[in-house]
């Protein structure tokens, strides 16, 4: 949203502020400026000038000598302009003065050109005449500016006044940042009602008086509104005997300032209007509408329309049309027809401005694929009670200027009236928000400022309607608080009872799972959750794999984002690999994040959403570091002791003898393991890498932040070696089952502390040896316990094909 500040000062006439005087205050009272340009920048020391007399210049042939009155004195200026004359008053840089740019539409030079006087081929010129683009501005806000040369102003303009006040260039444009539910200050007014009660001076708006003539508007047209929840009002009014012309210089001097080329006065009114008030307007010839008829109706599915631009644009049944006997003229809030477009032969006119739904708007201009002005404010929710203003100020002008002869009486299709909202009324309930001490009488006269009234018999505010953002007594203390000043406000502490603030079981977790990881030197990844169908196949899935039960996602950026992953091992591959690429020697990292895994296909509901933690490595390191990590981050959950692993995982996307599922109380949480080498190949990573992935739904099942505190051993530990030949298929994991089995109450830990295979040891076995260590915590143990529990433990080994090692 942008205003001029000259437009502003029309309805605040008191207004005497500075560009950033304004902006600071602007933005400090709830309408945040984005900037502002000022349209004189760079431009001194122009004045108006007539040319008295012209003359061939001696020495070349497209060169005139000009002695051009400035008021003060008769200067001389060579030009190579061909539309001066004799007589004409044009914009004069005398010496010393500047200028905004050259000859091109908006080319602007910073900090301006410098004009000095000098010689052109030997003839002395003193300034230099200007053309509107050397003035900062182009032809299509000044429609009466010459295609190539000098700006020629009328014969009414003193000589020797300031030419940039005569063009209207003393002034400010301000760029505005409006949120959605201030749609009230998407118009001129709106600004000017907030810079009034901004800076506390008098707001004085557009003053619309009666217009029409004897006649009744209803005997020219007829309305019918079908859909009502979708067009809550709309206003016509008919304009015959139309003339059309240029509008006067006031009214394009305005809507050149925020950027609105002036073409004549029906167009230039109704865009003035929709700046002014933010309420979008349309005009239709009359004498092209079948019947003299309006039809408000949604269009039929598939129904072709062609809109002023020309372009022919495909209907359906949700987007809502503007009829009239016969066909659709145009597009409700978006454009007219080209069908019923406004022509230089036109007689009479049907002026409209209605108020439809913002969400179908904005779904419609999505869905027909044009976004206008208009839309983009009816999109925003527009107040229903602006539309009659509107069009009444809109005939106004039309009567002022001339235009044509306003027929008596407006037809208004008004279903369902608007009230203004009553917000119940507690002063120290909001000084209580605010930590302020403000009276009831400052905060009444704040709301007062802005048009909001006050019951005393119920002690509530009235808002407008055009307020769509006050309903309740929180957006009352905001009011309060922008107008007393967020400066103003004090330091306080927070009252009331304080509360603990903690993280969820869940969230407890996840964090302990972070904080595992980069102490053991990970780092934290981030992968999409949209991947590639091809994924699959680089992880050689079999084709009858679950994971590829896949969503499809119905939008997709492309093919390589069309569906949900299920799981999370592309992304830490492809991160490791772009490590790798980058000839980073050791990576480690590790990355939380949903896998998305369907009941059934198509689907019927939403999918599980599981968490994943998942680690990924190469470089130093190995299978046992993987391992250790998880261990790691099992024991801080409170599951250590009761995990155990399956060699028999199946991954296909893992080394066939070097990957496991990770066991929690015989239940699959996790797996770990060698990534596959023709897979790592695939990816790109030319060294052994390492996946470990954890199901963080299951772990919770198990998790747990009990804690016990065991004191300090008072009794020694006795410790005891224990050296075996173990057939090779047997896991270490199995023994140490049947150690913590029968070691009975006093077994307090146990290690491994060598693995060894070689020539000394029978073909089919290994060597494998334990230290273990049994403590007592009421006596010091004699060696009969420790036989009795080591005897158990031998007994149940030999059962397995055991053997001590001699």
Not at 533 to 544: G, H, T
Not at 731 to 744: F, H, M, P, R, S
Request: charged fraction near 30%.
């Amino acid at each position: 949203m942008n205003t001029s500040l000259s437009w502003i000062k029309a309805y605040v006439p008191d207004l005497d502020v500075t560009a950033q005087e304004y902006t600071d205050a602007m933005t400090l009272s709830g309408t945040k400026v984005e900037g502002f340009e000022k349209l004189d920048a760079d431009l001194d020391k122009i004045v108006v000038g007539q040319i008295d007399k012209i003359e061939k210049h001696p020495d070349a042939d497209k060169l005139i000598i000009c002695q051009v009155n400035v008021g003060t004195e008769q200067i001389q200026i060579v030009t190579g302009a061909h539309n001066v004359f004799e007589g004409a008053k044009v914009p004069v840089v005398l010496d010393g003065g500047r200028v905004a740019g050259g000859h091109e539409p908006g080319q602007r030079v910073e900090g301006g050109i410098k004009i000095k006087k000098g010689k052109l081929r030997g003839v002395e010129s003193f300034g230099m005449m200007c053309s509107i683009e050397e003035l900062g501005s182009t032809k299509d806000m000044y429609p009466e500016a010459p295609e190539n040369g000098i700006y020629i102003f009328k014969d009414d303009v003193e000589v020797g006044a300031d030419a940039v006040e005569v063009l209207g260039l003393h002034d400010v444009v301000f760029e505005y940042e409006i949120t959605s539910n201030r749609v009230d200050c998407y118009s001129v007014v709106g600004i000017a009602r907030e810079a009034a009660a901004t800076f506390n001076k008098e707001f004085k708006p557009p003053v619309v008086t009666e217009t029409g003539n004897q006649e009744d508007v209803n005997d020219y047209v007829k309305v019918t509104v079908e859909n009502t929840e979708l067009c809550s009002r709309y206003c016509a009014r008919v304009v015959k005997n139309i003339k059309i012309g240029p509008s006067p210089e006031w009214m394009q001097r305005r809507l050149a300032s925020v950027g609105i080329r002036p073409i004549n006065n029906l167009v230039d009114i109704t865009n003035y209007v929709m700046e002014e008030y933010g309420q979008p307007m349309h005009a239709y010839d009359l004498d092209t509408l079948a019947g003299h008829e309006i039809v408000v109706k949604n269009a039929e599915d598939g129904q072709k329309f062609v809109t002023l631009d020309g372009q022919e644009r495909q209907m359906d049944k949700d987007v809502l049309m503007i009829c009239d006997g016969e066909k659709a003229v145009g597009i409700a809030g978006i454009m007219g027809g080209e069908n019923s477009m406004i022509t230089d032969d036109v007689k009479t006119m049907l002026f409209e401005a209605a108020c439809f739904d913002g969400v179908n708007i904005r779904k419609s201009s999505k869905r027909v694929g044009l976004r206008t002005d208009a839309s983009g404010k009816f999109e925003k929710g527009l107040d229903p009670n602006n539309a009659k203003a509107a069009i009444d100020r809109a005939c106004q002008l039309i009567e002022e200027l001339g235009a044509g002869e306003v027929v008596g009486g407006t037809v208004d299709v008004y279903s369902k009236k608007k009230e203004p909202v009553r917000v119940p009324f507690d002063e120290n309930r909001i000084n209580r928000m605010l930590g302020t001490d403000i009276s009831k009488e400052d905060m009444l006269a704040y709301f007062a400022k802005i048009d909001l009234e006050y019951d005393a018999d119920t002690n509530e505010v009235i808002a407008p309607t055009f307020r769509h953002d006050l309903f309740r007594l929180a957006d009352l203390a905001e009011e309060v608080a922008r107008f007393y000043g967020y400066d103003n406000i004090p330091t306080t502490l927070p009252n009331g009872e304080a509360t603990t603030g903690k993280l969820t079981f869940k969230l407890r977790v996840e964090q302990v799972a972070r904080d595992i990881a980069e102490f053991c030197g990970f780092s934290q990844g981030m992968s999409y959750s949209f991947e590639s169908p091809k994924v699959f196949d680089k992880l050689l899935l079999p084709a009858d794999s679950p994971l590829r039960q896949a969503i499809e996602i119905m939008n997709p950026l492309g093919e390589d984002y069309s569906i949900m992953r299920t799981t999370s091992l592309n992304g830490m591959l492809t991160s490791l690999a772009t490590n790798y690429n980058r000839r980073n020697k050791n990576v480690r990292l590790y990355e939380l994040g949903n896998v998305y895994i369907p009941e059934k296909l198509p689907l019927t509901e939403l999918p599980d959403e599981r968490m994943q933690f998942t680690l990924g490595m190469y470089g130093d390191g190995d299978f046992f570091n993987m391992k250790g990590v998880v261990e790691e981050f099992f024991e801080k959950i409170g599951m250590k002791g009761r995990e155990s692993y399956d060699p028999n995982a199946g991954k296909s996307y893992l080394h066939p003898g070097r990957q496991a599922n990770i066991l929690y109380d015989g239940k699959v949480v996790g797996y770990l393991g060698e990534v596959h080498p023709d897979v790592a190949d695939t990816y790109g990573i030319g060294e052994r890498a390492y996946v470990a992935v954890i199901d963080m739904p299951v772990v919770l099942e198990y998790a747990t932040f009990d804690r016990k505190y065991t004191g300090i051993a008072k009794y020694p530990a006795v410790s005891r070696d224990l050296s075996m030949v173990v057939p090779k298929e047997i896991l270490v994991g199995q023994i140490e089952d049947v150690i913590a089995k029968k070691g009975g109450n006093y077994l307090e830990s146990f290690a491994l502390f060598d693995l060894y295979e070689g020539a000394q040891i029978k073909e089919g076995f290994k060597s494998v040896a334990y230290s273990i260590v049994f403590r007592a915590k009421d006596k010091t143990l004699e060696e009969a316990d420790i036989t009795t529990a080591m005897n158990k433990i031998l007994k149940a080994l030999e059962e397995m094909g055991i053997e001590l090692r001699k």
